[in-house]
């Protein structure tokens, strides 16, 4: 089992930045895809960046550019830095591992709230 906790969201006004956090707790196993994925009411929940293992990242077209996402390997947490924050950013962002290996086992977090707002 694996848990994951966000946090750092909260509110911004376009333009400003956010910072989430996510750990990582339970059985990590080596090979494992890690990522940020966000939800508005209505809609499907949408990759935003993704990290694997060996340090290749991904990024939506929407975010790229204006987001970095990176990890730390020692203490298995990942981050989001949000910077030049659009109104269209506002969603529940979710924290995601998967584990390729082991059949595409997949954990979410229990989500945080990012609002973009003037």
């Known amino acids: 089992q694996v848990q994951l906790v966000e946090s750092g969201g909260g509110l911004a006004q376009p333009g400003g930045s956010l910072r989430l956090s996510c750990a990582a707790s339970?059985?990590?196993?080596?090979?494992?895809?890690m990522g940020w994925y966000r939800q508005t009411p209505g809609t499907q929940r949408e990759t935003v960046a993704t990290?694997?293992?060996?340090?290749?990242?991904k990024y939506a077209n929407s975010v790229l550019g204006r987001f970095t996402i990176s990890r730390d390997n020692d203490n298995m947490q990942v981050y989001l830095q949000m910077n030049s924050l659009k109104l269209e950013d506002t969603a529940v962002y979710y924290c995601?591992?998967?584990?390729?290996?082991?059949?595409?086992?997949?954990?979410w977090g229990q989500g945080t709230q990012v609002t973009v707002s003037s």
């Open positions: 995601s591992v998967m584990f390729p290996l082991q059949g595409g086992a997949r954990y």
């Open positions: 339970g059985t990590i196993f080596d090979n494992y895809v």
């Open positions: 990290v694997n293992s060996g340090g290749f990242t």
